[in-house]
Each structure stands twice: as structure tokens, then as C-alpha cells.
């Protein structure tokens, strides 16, 4: 059986080195302290038996156990990433162990009254009597995507302590910066050598997902005049009346707040002006490669219409595709969500099958010739203070590890 103990032990290990990335670097990885936990899990890597680990000048690890069996199997792979999201601090994380749940309030920080309740995250009810790791209040947890690779290693591990348990060979991937957008931009799939992968980057036990969002940025700029207001009539152009003009003619439900499961959504996430100039900053997403596109050209419409309704350019937009829903990569190759689904169930795990309303490394991975569906990790309410992670979650993730190489080891594979 897997350690709980160990498991904890491991990840507290994870979580107090401060690695939060940062969207304004251009440096691969974005701050340098993320090299404190990568060079941490390459020497750790090394030291439970793994072969052929490598970190490269950009941080990314990788490292191989090889198969114990004498037949062809494929070489399957198991990535997570190493770095938090710069959305709340990740600095001096201080985790608390909360023993068997009662499933009521815990009080995460007494003299900041700042409380984790089931009253408002109902999902906390589902791990009474479980041993739960939470924040104490000031800073998110690190869950996301810590807990991964606590999995991962963890599996590693047992793997190798256990050889009876037959599989094939199993590559291992840490990334940085997938926190930023940019976790697989520098990822090496030829070197990495594997047929298919998993991220193990999903929130609660049981989720299995290889479908994302569609997604694209868009920067739209308003440009009006400024002119003295007591001499204005007729000659000032009050860029930011413009700019809402443009806000108020995009559908108003179909905000991240309106929308679920397969709906797509723009979101205005920073506004920056003033009469001279406003700037909006959006994300366009949609499951649905048409109804992406048609986003893409209500914005251009919108634009256009402006543009003509004012006589000149006043407003520009410029629209930049990020990824797209790797689901078009997956489905020729369905078997390897059959594998994960499979080894869930053999676990009494009950597989929650659905679309991620995000991104995942994943994705690109999927676009790069690494098909890569997303497994739980076991976390809940990533990138703040009230996230945690149940113990037993990680267990159940490091197990379902283990039986994917198992199963995928088996002839019929």
C-alpha cells in the first residue's frame, strides 16, 4: 500500500519552495526561483532509481523507468509542472494537516476570521473523515500542480520497489511556467520519446478530461482626443465612452460568470484609460472550433461597425490564437482514455468524464504530436488561500499511476 505519511511528507517538501511564475518575464523559467524545486526533483528522481534524468537550460526534467517486461509495450508518460500561479502568493506557504474531517468551518486563520467553510465550498462534504492539507490562510497551496508531481514521483517509486507489478517504459515530465501559459512551449516530445501521455493536473478524484477550450487573447484599442472640457462641444473624442460602447455590444450572458460546461465565453479580465485612450484586454474561449471562430469575427465586426459609425479608426483589435481543445487530437486515439478510465474503475474510483473549462499543457502537448488527456490530481479552489487538497485523493491518483502502467503493459495493448 502507499504511504500516506510518505505522501505528505513528500508534498509539504513541494509546497514550502516558493515557485510562482510570472507573465511578465520573458526568461524560460519566468523567476529563477523555480530552479529551487526543479534541481530538488532532478537529484530526487536520481535517488528513488529513475534512469536518464536530465534538466535542461530551461528547467524542464525528464527521466525514464524502464519496462520490466519482455514484450513490446507502448511507452507511456506521466507530466505535471512545478510552478504556482502568479494569481495570489505562493511565498512562505505554510500547510495545516487537518485529521479525519468533521465536514464543518475550518478556521484557516483565527485573527484574520478567514475560514473555509462547507456552507459555501459544498465540496469539502465529500471528504468527511478524510485527512485534508490546507493553507493557513495568507497564500494558496500549491496543490496545483504539486500534488502531480507528488503523484508521480510517488508512483515512480513504488514502481521500483515493487517490480512485480509489470509495465512498459514509463517516461516522467516537470515543466515550468504552464502556470503562464507556457508550460509546453519549450517541451522536447522527440526526446521525450513517448507514444501517449497523461498530465496529472485535474482537481477532484475521478476527473478525466481530454477536452479543453478553444482559446484566443484580444487587445482592443481605443483611440480618442483630449481637448480642454470648458472648449470640448464638438471636438473631444472621450475614448472610454467608446470603449463601452464596445463592451455593452458583446452578448452580456456570455461572461465566464453566465456560462458551464460546453458554453464559450469573452471575458474582459483589465481596463486600462483614459480620454485619450482606453485599452480592453479579453480572452476568447469556446469548446466549439466554429463557434470560436465566430467570436473571433463578432469582435472584428464590432470593430468595424464602430469604426464606421465614428468616421475614422478609433478602435483596433488585435486577436492572438493560444491553443486549441486537444479532444480533435484524442479521439483517433481513444484507447488511451480507455486505459485511464479502466484503471479508475478497478480502483472503485468512479471516472467523471468532462470538459475543462481552461487550458492544460495537455493541449499543446496533444498539437505537438504527444496525445495527452488530464487526470486528477486531487486539488480544489486553485491559485487562493482557501485551496487544500484530501490525502487520500493523492493516494487514489498515485495508485491510478500505477494501474495505467499495469494495464497498459498487458498484451492486448
Given at each position: 500500500m502507499i504511504s500516506k505519511e510518505h505522501i505528505i511528507k513528500r508534498f509539504i517538501s513541494y509546497v514550502t519552495i516558493d515557485t510562482e511564475s510570472d507573465p511578465t518575464s520573458n526568461t524560460t523559467p519566468s523567476t529563477a526561483k523555480q530552479w529551487d524545486l526543479a534541481?530538488?526533483?532532478?537529484?530526487?528522481?536520481?535517488?528513488?532509481?529513475?534512469?536518464?534524468?536530465?534538466?535542461?537550460?530551461?528547467?524542464?526534467?525528464?527521466?525514464?523507468?524502464?519496462?520490466?517486461?519482455?514484450?513490446?509495450?507502448?511507452?507511456?508518460?506521466?507530466?505535471?509542472?512545478f510552478d504556482t500561479s502568479p494569481d495570489f502568493t505562493g511565498a512562505n506557504v505554510n500547510p495545516q494537516i487537518i485529521e479525519d474531517y468533521n465536514g464543518k468551518d475550518i478556521v484557516l486563520n483565527e485573527a484574520e476570521d478567514i475560514i473555509l467553510s462547507p456552507d459555501y465550498f459544498e465540496d469539502l462534504l465529500q471528504y468527511k473523515g478524510q485527512t485534508l492539507i490546507t493553507t493557513d490562510g495568507t497564500t494558496l497551496l500549491g496543490a496545483d500542480d504539486k500534488a502531480g508531481i507528488t503523484e508521480i514521483v510517488s508512483a515512480m517509486e513504488y514502481l521500483i520497489h515493487h517490480p512485480e507489478i509489470k509495465h512498459g517504459t514509463i517516461k516522467v515530465g516537470f515543466t515550468p511556467d504552464?502556470?503562464?501559459?507556457?508550460?509546453?512551449?519549450?517541451?522536447?516530445?522527440?526526446?521525450?520519446?513517448?507514444?501517449?501521455?497523461?498530465?496529472?493536473?485535474?482537481?477532484?478524484?475521478?476527473?478525466?478530461?481530454?477536452?479543453?477550450?478553444?482559446?484566443?487573447?484580444?487587445?482592443?484599442?481605443?483611440?480618442?482626443?483630449?481637448?480642454?472640457?470648458?472648449?470640448?462641444?464638438?471636438?473631444?473624442?472621450?475614448?472610454?465612452?467608446?470603449a463601452q460602447e464596445f463592451i455593452n455590444s458583446l452578448?452580456?450572458?456570455?461572461?465566464?460568470?453566465?456560462?458551464?460546461?460546453?458554453?464559450?465565453?469573452?471575458?474582459?479580465?483589465?481596463?486600462?484609460?483614459?480620454?485619450?485612450?482606453?485599452?480592453?484586454?479579453?480572452?476568447?474561449?469556446?469548446h466549439d472550433f466554429g463557434h470560436f471562430e465566430a467570436r473571433k469575427a463578432v469582435m472584428d465586426?464590432?470593430?468595424?461597425?464602430?469604426?464606421?459609425?465614428?468616421?475614422?479608426?478609433?478602435?483596433?483589435?488585435?486577436?492572438k490564437d493560444q491553443y486549441y481543445n486537444m479532444r480533435e487530437k484524442i479521439e483517433p486515439v481513444m484507447h488511451i482514455v480507455s486505459i485511464a478510465e479502466e484503471a479508475m474503475k478497478q480502483l472503485h474510483i468512479e471516472p467523471i468524464i468532462k470538459p475543462i473549462r481552461?487550458?492544460?499543457?495537455?493541449?499543446?502537448?496533444?498539437?505537438?504530436?504527444?496525445?495527452?488527456?488530464?487526470?486528477?490530481?486531487?486539488?480544489?479552489?486553485?491559485?487562493?488561500?482557501?485551496?487544500?487538497?484530501?490525502?487520500?485523493?493523492?493516494?487514489?491518483?498515485?495508485?491510478?499511476?500505477?494501474?495505467?502502467?499495469e494495464l497498459t503493459a498487458l498484451e492486448k495493448y
Amino acid at each position: 500500500m502507499i504511504s500516506k505519511e510518505h505522501i505528505i511528507k513528500r508534498f509539504i517538501s513541494y509546497v514550502t519552495i516558493d515557485t510562482e511564475s510570472d507573465p511578465t518575464s520573458n526568461t524560460t523559467p519566468s523567476t529563477a526561483k523555480q530552479w529551487d524545486l526543479a534541481n530538488k526533483l532532478a537529484e530526487e528522481l536520481k535517488t528513488i532509481g529513475m534512469q536518464d534524468v536530465s534538466i535542461d537550460e530551461n528547467a524542464y526534467i525528464m527521466a525514464t523507468l524502464p519496462s520490466n517486461v519482455s514484450h513490446a509495450v507502448p511507452t507511456i508518460g506521466f507530466i505535471s509542472h512545478f510552478d504556482t500561479s502568479p494569481d495570489f502568493t505562493g511565498a512562505n506557504v505554510n500547510p495545516q494537516i487537518i485529521e479525519d474531517y468533521n465536514g464543518k468551518d475550518i478556521v484557516l486563520n483565527e485573527a484574520e476570521d478567514i475560514i473555509l467553510s462547507p456552507d459555501y465550498f459544498e465540496d469539502l462534504l465529500q471528504y468527511k473523515g478524510q485527512t485534508l492539507i490546507t493553507t493557513d490562510g495568507t497564500t494558496l497551496l500549491g496543490a496545483d500542480d504539486k500534488a502531480g508531481i507528488t503523484e508521480i514521483v510517488s508512483a515512480m517509486e513504488y514502481l521500483i520497489h515493487h517490480p512485480e507489478i509489470k509495465h512498459g517504459t514509463i517516461k516522467v515530465g516537470f515543466t515550468p511556467d504552464e502556470e503562464i501559459g507556457r508550460g509546453a512551449h519549450k517541451f522536447d516530445v522527440e526526446k521525450f520519446g513517448a507514444d501517449w501521455a497523461y498530465t496529472m493536473d485535474g482537481s477532484q478524484i475521478g476527473e478525466l478530461e481530454y477536452e479543453n477550450f478553444n482559446a484566443a487573447s484580444a487587445v482592443v484599442k481605443v483611440k480618442g482626443k483630449i481637448v480642454h472640457p470648458g472648449y470640448a462641444k464638438g471636438k473631444m473624442v472621450n475614448s472610454m465612452y467608446i470603449a463601452q460602447e464596445f463592451i455593452n455590444s458583446l452578448p452580456r450572458l456570455e461572461t465566464p460568470e453566465h456560462t458551464d460546461g460546453y458554453q464559450g465565453f469573452f471575458h474582459l479580465y483589465a481596463i486600462k484609460g483614459d480620454v485619450e485612450e482606453t485599452v480592453l484586454e479579453y480572452i476568447i474561449r469556446d469548446h466549439d472550433f466554429g463557434h470560436f471562430e465566430a467570436r473571433k469575427a463578432v469582435m472584428d465586426k464590432l470593430t468595424n461597425e464602430l469604426n464606421e459609425q465614428y468616421g475614422r479608426e478609433v478602435i483596433r483589435v488585435e486577436i492572438k490564437d493560444q491553443y486549441y481543445n486537444m479532444r480533435e487530437k484524442i479521439e483517433p486515439v481513444m484507447h488511451i482514455v480507455s486505459i485511464a478510465e479502466e484503471a479508475m474503475k478497478q480502483l472503485h474510483i468512479e471516472p467523471i468524464i468532462k470538459p475543462i473549462r481552461g487550458g492544460t499543457d495537455g493541449s499543446q502537448l496533444s498539437y505537438k504530436g504527444l496525445p495527452c488527456p488530464n487526470i486528477f490530481a486531487g486539488g480544489h479552489n486553485f491559485h487562493g488561500r482557501y485551496e487544500y487538497v484530501p490525502v487520500e485523493s493523492m493516494v487514489k491518483a498515485t495508485e491510478v499511476i500505477c494501474k495505467i502502467a499495469e494495464l497498459t503493459a498487458l498484451e492486448k495493448y
